[in-house]
């Protein structure tokens, strides 16, 4: 049973840090496409970042370029999310997600954790 449980989260002030990370297990980690993705009440969920299997290339929304690195550790089978210079628009759920081979769909997803960034 695959399951991908994200933490770091909380509350923070603009210009502020979180690290979020997601740890996976049930599924061959190091061969997974890795993501982040947010949702935000009222709005669609967004893609904001994601990790190649082997770590190599990485691709981020327009809105998070410059503030946001995705990155990964194969051997902890955990992705993790810098986030700096947080936003008040940053504010919302943020989920990882990981595709596997050969679909590369993001099939499975993690419950969510909660950024807040206060004005």
């Known amino acids: 049973q695959v399951q991908l449980v994200a933490s770091g989260g909380g509350v923070v002030q603009t210009g502020g840090s979180l690290r979020l990370s997601c740890a996976a297990s049930?599924?061959?980690?190091?061969?997974?496409?890795m993501a982040w993705f947010r949702q935000a009440p009222g709005k669609e969920r967004e893609k904001v970042a994601t990790?190649?299997?082997?770590?190599?290339?990485?691709t981020y929304a327009d809105s998070v370029k410059g503030r946001f690195t995705i990155s990964r550790d194969n051997s902890k089978n955990t992705v993790y999310l810098q986030m700096n210079s947080l936003k008040p628009e940053d504010t919302a759920v943020y989920f990882c997600?990981?595709?596997?081979?050969?679909?590369?769909?993001?099939?499975?997803w993690g419950q969510g954790t909660q950024v807040t960034v206060s004005s």
């Open positions: 049930g599924m061959p980690f190091s061969t997974a496409f």
């Open positions: 990790i190649h299997w082997r770590g190599g290339t990485t």
């Open positions: 997600a990981a595709a596997q081979p050969p679909s590369y769909n993001y099939d499975f």
